[in-house]
């Protein structure tokens, strides 16, 4: 989703930087990003919420900026 592109660069990182702190491979972070997550395991977006410190219904379903 592009709320989690948003969160991380806000926090300063690169795909690359928030998959090794979610314990993800990148292709992860891409897929999330492009808003295929219905292809990622839901304890991965977690994960990622968790690390961006985000709410997930903030960070993957909610469209408003």
Do not use: H, P, W, Y
Not at 21 to 45: H, S, Y
Not at 54 to 62: A, Q
């Amino acid at each position: 989703s592009m709320n989690v592109k948003i969160e991380r660069i806000k926090k300063g990182l690169s795909q690359r930087q928030l998959a090794k702190l979610c314990g993800v491979c990148q292709n992860t972070i891409v897929k999330i990003e492009k808003g295929e997550i219905d292809t990622v395991i839901v304890q991965n977006l977690k994960k990622v919420a968790e690390v961006l410190g985000v709410g997930m219904v903030e960070l993957f379903f909610n469209d408003e900026q």
